[in-house]
């Protein structure tokens, strides 16, 4: 009887396990320590460091900001108004 070659078996993509992270929406060097769990969300830790390397401690109203200045050419107000609607 002719041996059978086994075939190498499939790897299987492995879904990395979720950590979660505490994460200040007021980032606690500008004082969100100071509104205790108020302050602080549960989020995947992943996203979290993308969100840090993104807007790193900028505060809600300065990440707006920016992302008004620098992705949407200042032009919110004109292209929400275009957006209505839809
Ligand atoms: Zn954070």
């Known amino acids: ?3 059978r070659k086994r075939e190498p078996k499939k790897k299987r993509a492995r879904k990395k396990p979720i950590v979660i992270h ?3 929406v007021i980032p606690s060097s500008r004082g ?3 509104l205790g769990e ?3 969300v549960r989020i995947d830790g992943n996203l979290h460091m993308k ?3 993104l807007f790193g401690n900028l ?3 300065e990440i707006l900001a920016w992302l008004e200045s ?3 050419g200042g032009k919110r107000k004109q292209l929400e108004e275009k957006m209505k609607g839809d």
């Open 51 to 53: 969100y840090h390397s």
């Open 22 to 24: 505490k994460h200040h």
């Open 1 to 3: 009887m002719a041996k």
């Open 59 to 61: 505060n809600p109203s």
């Open 32 to 34: 969100g320590d100071k």
């Open 38 to 40: 108020d302050d602080i």
């Open 70 to 72: 620098y992705f949407w």
